[in-house]
């Protein structure tokens, strides 16, 4: 084995994967641990390749690297993008579930009486900007929740209930690290009611996504934890939270949640505060 070519492959794998992790948030120590791998890999194939066919020149070599380098991990990642694991919520009893895997990147809370949420930096918008609608007028929190490539893009009712409001909101593709994103991009909003309360979620597209799928349809029964959407590649899901007693949120920004299984807050309607 020409350990030149094996040091090329990994140093080339661990100058590339990185950025390109940073650019489509993703952990940046999953994007190292990944780079070693993808760089070992395509050294043990580039020491292969070298062997069996001498005469292919530096050049060569070099862009079949730099392919395998790129080609390897997108197949990864198309592989883990479009699993659709079964899951059953561990809880359903006064809890309200996550509607998508990935990182909580807020929490914002809503004051009482008020139309108006700031979601990311200094920016303040009307919350019905972001809902595209005015049917959860008690909204006491806005949790948004970012969705990497490498995430189950599947999306999850966070209650059960009755849809009782689906619209898509037509609109841009810009990056989500952009703060008008989530009142300018496209994006479907669906309301599920349980005869006590209303819970918003708001599928958001970025700049990759061209493709909001629904699977729910105004007047359809949901159980918690069921599929009610996907989001083709990385996208943001927020969940609007009404105003409960003993309503308690149970996630942070920085915090890994999980569709249907994770539970983002408490309630607890039966006893008095």
């Not at 100058?15 to 070992?40: D, M, Q």
């Not at 059960?160 to 990056?175: E, M």
Request: charge should be neutral; aromatic fraction near 6%.
């Amino acid at each position: 084995m020409r350990m030149e070519i094996f040091a090329s492959s990994l140093a080339l794998a661990l100058i590339l994967l990185p950025l390109l992790a940073w650019k489509w948030r993703i952990n940046i120590r999953t994007a190292i641990v990944g780079a070693v791998v993808i760089g070992g890999l395509t050294g043990f194939i580039m020491n292969q390749i070298d062997s069996s066919v001498p005469e292919l020149g530096m050049i060569v070599l070099a862009l079949i690297e730099l392919c395998l380098i790129l080609i390897i991990p997108f197949l990864i990642i198309m592989a883990r993008f479009y699993r659709d694991p079964e899951r059953s919520p561990v809880e359903t009893e006064n809890v309200i579930l996550s509607p998508a895997d990935g990182e909580v990147i807020y929490v914002s809370k809503v004051d009482g009486g008020s139309s108006l949420v700031s979601t990311k930096g200094d920016k303040v918008f009307k919350l019905d900007e972001i809902t595209a609608t005015n049917l959860i007028p008690d909204v006491a929190y806005l949790v948004g929740i970012d969705m990497n490539m490498l995430n189950v893009h599947v999306n999850r009712s966070p209650i059960a209930g009755k849809t009782i409001f689906r619209k898509r909101t037509k609109g841009r593709f810009i990056s989500l690290r952009r703060q008008e994103s989530e009142v300018v991009n496209e994006r479907v909003t669906t309301i599920i009611e349980n005869g006590a309360f209303r819970v918003g979620v708001v599928q958001i597209a970025s700049r990759l996504v061209r493709r909001i799928v629904s699977y729910v349809e105004e007047g359809d029964n949901l159980e918690a934890g069921q599929r009610l959407g996907a989001i083709i590649f990385g996208s943001q899901v927020d969940v609007a939270i009404p105003e409960l007693e003993n309503l308690k949120i149970e996630v942070k920004t920085g915090d890994e949640v999980k569709a249907g299984v994770s539970i983002i807050a408490r309630y607890d309607l039966r006893r008095k505060l």
